[in-house]
Nanobody, 113 residues
């Protein structure tokens, strides 16, 4: 199973970026899919997660700004990031969970003023 992220890069404060993650190598939908982020020298932190039934949860720092969505049949998850802040700069990793945990390689997001 492989998770591949795309859509990162440079964003502006107040602007938007959209991350995508596609899972390959499995036919079964993940129980949950989500995003984590990490700043160099700091631990990885939870950002958002969405379950098969569509329930989504967010870390407080991104509530009201980020929207997570998924396509269950294709095991694709998106993270729409709006009203970007400087502190959103990080490496974002996709996560998928069945009985095991799967991680993408990570994708860099840099927000500038």
């Amino acid at each position: 199973v492989r998770l591949t992220e795309s859509g990162g890069g440079l964003g502006q404060v107040g602007g938007s970026l959209k991350l995508s993650c596609v899972a390959s190598g499995t036919l079964a939908p993940f129980y949950s899919m989500g995003w984590y982020r990490q700043v160099p020298g700091h631990p990885r932190h939870f950002v958002a997660r969405i379950y098969l039934n569509g329930t989504a949860i967010y870390t407080e720092a991104v509530k009201g700004r980020f929207i997570i969505s998924r396509e269950n049949a294709e095991n694709i998850v998106w993270l729409q990031m709006n009203d970007l802040k400087l502190e959103d700069s990080a490496e974002y990793s996709c996560h998928g969970k069945t009985q095991l945990d799967y991680w993408g390689q990570g994708i860099r997001v840099t927000v500038s003023s």
